[in-house]
């Protein structure tokens, strides 16, 4: 197998390990011989400086003896033979010989070059005579040529280093070989191997290309490893890929759940914006319908009073004023707090008396206390002022409504009303009563719109929780705060505290204006119902008005075209053609002779929407049905530059039979529709029945716990607002489980089936009733 490339640098790119393995080998062993090398020659040195010294000793030893006798005995070819021997020794350099025997001294070598590059050395040459004793006979100087050792020396290294090199290149070459054979290659394969993995190819275990061992080596546990790490990702791809099928199939399911849930949110959003023009629709018929006999109600009993009657007669007649104000009352609730949702606060800021507001509030309060047998008055404090700048008919609502609550949750006692200065322009207005009392953790809940303190509260007094969520929205409109402090059974104390600017100067009081103030006017009343003409028509008379009647909008038309009048009294709700179409017309039309008639709205739909409606339409101003005397006066004068508008509400009391009687629920929305409007729904209520509860059957199946409480929930409200309360109480408890993701009890379905036909048996029998005349 050739490891070795075409070329160095090929190698070097092709397998960079190896490279780097042999040129390290190469350095460490280059480096090691060259110091090997160099402790060599030093050894060398040391061991040619010692064989020198040994061959100075054997020279002093060996042969002066021989040479100095020679020299004794004048025996110069002896002499010259000995220095020879002398000179043939390795590194000498020359020798001289200075003797007095010879008249020259005797010279052998190349003394000359010697001088610059040998160590002389220098003996004494002495002879024992037998006779004479020891006698000098010259000296030896003796030259070591130190060029020669260091060549010697030099030539030694070199062979030494050349040796060692090429073994280390030997030695070089075959650990390449074999660290490429044994490992290089099999590690590149293990990272061709790696890459593969990276890239996907998880199906072919690695296997190297060499011979089995008995024992593992490093290399096989790498191969081992990485297999296993294969298997893994194997094993993690194949996970991984059930998840995402998993992933992808919980996302389909979860996307099937939200575009459930968008449905059952649009059908809810679709129900609640229905329910909320239902809202509207109702309270608009409701005011509609109920004014209108409530129009006749208090426009006889204004009549009434202009009669002659005796004591006992105009006792009863206050009577019955007193109770049908008090029924508007509440209606006043419900209309108001509607105004008050929609923000349309119509009330400015106004000059009025303070003690003068408080009369009247407590001279309407007088007859309700009375009744009960309650003590009511108030206490003024006397460094308050008796004129202020402020809301004056906010004011009023909020304390009618304190003082109405009070007396209405007293039995026994009193009520008292009681205003002291704050500071210089805010006043406190405290309502207390003797009344039960309320729990301090209801005193914040109490606020709440359509909330009492508990539901024993509202079935003992009644009333629609309005009131005091009124009063709040007021007092916050009106920059104020409000509070109660109140213990059970130790009674209650409202407040409320309010920035009002004293005034010097008494109010205008245009509202209280003479009958004999009022000049005779020519007024076409266009009204359709006959109740209402004969009322209306009563009141203006009374003032000394001229009335002509027109019972649609047509007529009107046709009799505005021939005669003008002073003033319009104009029905919003006219047959075949509604009050603002007719007054557009009127207005516009060039051959009418009342275009610059002021036109006055009489209508019992009032709510804030139909009220601006009616005076973008170019009327006048806005009297609500029932008509009051006092408001319908303010109106017309306001034909003349003043334009106040009243507040209407109104109640009927129809008393149900039958079936229909036995159900409280269905008895009042009977009363308050009618048994049209209550047939209506419980026809409608029939249809759905059906199909409701098989939804939430097959929901209850599916096991899906929004869906249930959805519907579960609004098959609840329903049933409970149409008087079936064991149907509502059965499908609540099935929404309270799908609320509290618990298990629903097997046998749920088949009471809501039972349920169902009860409820379906009950609707029939109702259904047929209400068909049936009376």
């Keep these: 197998m050739n490891i070795m490339p075409r070329s160095l640098p090929n190698y070097r790119k092709a397998h960079p390990l190896g490279f780097r393995m042999f040129l390290m080998v190469l350095a460490c062993s280059l480096l090691f011989s060259l110091i090997s090398t160099c402790l060599q020659l030093y050894s060398d040195y040391h061991k040619e400086r010692n064989a020198i010294e040994e061959r100075l000793r054997l020279i002093e030893s060996g042969y002066l003896d021989s040479l100095s006798k020679s020299i004794w005995d004048l025996n110069i070819e002896q002499t ?9 020794m390795p590194h000498m350099s020359s020798l001289r010989l200075e003797s007095d025997s010879f008249a020259q001294p ?4 190349d003394h000359d070059q010697s001088q610059t590059s040998a160590i002389p050395y220098r003996f004494d040459l002495g002879y024992q005579s037998p006779t004479l004793g020891r006698q000098h006979i010259g000296s030896l100087a003796l030259w070591v040529d130190e060029g020669s050792i260091r060549q010697q020396l030099l030539q030694g290294a070199m062979i030494t280093l050349f040796s060692y090199t090429l073994t280390i290149l030997a030695i070089a070459f075959s650990i390449m070989f074999l660290f490429q054979r044994l490992v290089t290659r099999h590690l590149e394969a293990m990272a061709r191997y790696v890459e593969q993995l990276g890239r996907g190819h998880l199906d072919t275990p690695l296997a190297l290309s060499r011979p089995e061992h008995r024992q593992q080596d490093e290399l096989d546990t790498v191969v081992s490893a990485l297999n ?11 996970h991984g890929e059930q998840e995402r099928r998993q992933l992808k199939r919980h996302k389909q399911e979860l996307q099937a759940m939200v575009e459930k849930r968008t449905r059952s949110l649009l059908r809810a959003k679709e129900a609640a914006e229905s329910a909320n023009q239902a809202k509207s629709r109702f ?7 109920i004014r209108t006999p409530m129009n006749g109600i208090l426009g006889t009993i204004q009549l009434l009073q202009h009669a002659r009657l005796n004591e006992t007669e105009r006792g009863y007649l206050h009577t019955l004023r007193q109770s049908s104000e008090h029924l508007l009352m509440q209606l006043n609730d419900v209309l108001d707090y509607a105004k008050l949702e929609q923000g349309m606060l119509s009330d400015e800021q106004v000059d009025f008396s303070l003690t003068g507001l408080v009369q009247d509030c407590m001279a309407l309060m007088q007859g309700y206390a009375q009744e009960k047998r309650l003590t009511i008055d108030t206490e003024l404090a006397p460094e308050l002022h008796h004129y202020y700048r402020g809301y004056a ?16 949750f007293t039995e026994q006692g009193s009520v008292q009303l009681h205003i002291t200065l704050k500071t210089h322009n805010r006043l406190r207005f405290t309502v207390h009563d003797t009344g039960i009392g309320i729990p301090p953790e209801q005193q914040q809940r109490i606020f709440h719109r359509f909330t009492q303190a508990d539901e024993s509260v ?11 969520a009124i009063c709040q929205t007021l007092v916050h409109a009106m920059g104020g705060t409000i509070g109660v402090n109140s213990s059970p059974g130790q009674g209650s104390e409202f407040w409320f505290e309010l920035p009002l600017k004293p005034v010097s100067s008494p109010p205008e009081r245009p509202e209280i204006t003479p009958v ?3 000049d005779s006017l020519s007024i076409l009343l266009v009204e359709d119902m006959p109740v209402n003409q004969q009322v209306i028509t009563g009141l203006l008379e009374h003032d000394g008005h001229l009335v002509c009647l027109a019972e649609d909008g047509e007529s009107a038309i046709a009799i505005t075209a021939q005669q003008s009048f002073d003033v319009i009294l104009m029905d919003m709700h006219l047959p075949r053609m509604d009050g603002i179409t007719v007054s557009r017309h009127i207005h516009d039309h060039p051959g009418q002779l009342n275009k610059d008639t002021p036109i006055i709205a009489i209508t019992a739909s009032v709510m804030p929407g139909d009220i601006k409606r009616y005076l973008d339409a170019g009327l006048q101003a806005v009297v609500a049905k029932p008509v009051h005397q006092q408001k319908l006066r303010q109106a017309l004068m306001g034909a003349c530059g003043t334009d106040p508008i009243g507040r209407p509400t109104a109640h009927p009391d129809l008393q149900p039979q039958g079936l229909l009687a036995e159900n409280p629920l269905l008895a009042k929305s009977s009363a308050i529709l009618g048994k049209h409007q209550v047939k209506t729904l419980l026809a409608r209520f029939r249809r759905q029945l059906p199909d409701d509860c098989r939804a939430l059957a097959e929901e209850m199946t599916a096991g899906d716990p929004y869906e249930i409480e959805q519907l579960a929930h609004r098959l609840a409200g329903a049933s409970a607002m149409l008087g079936f309360a064991e149907f509502s109480r059965l499908v609540q408890q099935i929404e309270t489980h799908a609320h509290d ?3 629903i009890p097997a046998s749920l379905p088949g009471e809501l089936q039972d349920a169902m036909a009860g409820t379906l048996t009950q609707l029939d029998a109702l259904l047929t009733e209400l068909e049936q005349p009376h």
């Design 741 to 743: 993701q618990a298990h």
């Design 228 to 238: 296993n790490m294969r298997q893994a990702i194997r094993q993690d791809l194949e």
């Design 80 to 88: 010259r033979l000995q220095l020879k021997s002398i000179l043939d």
């Design 516 to 518: 004999e103030a009022i």
């Design 106 to 109: 005797l010279v052998i070598g």
């Design 458 to 468: 509202t079935r003992k007094y009644g009333g629609t929780g309005l009131g005091l």
């Design 283 to 289: 309270l608009e018929t409701m005011t509609h319908e």
């Design 393 to 408: 008919g906010r004011l009023r609502q909020v304390l009618a409504n304190l003082l109405a609550n009070a007396i209405k």
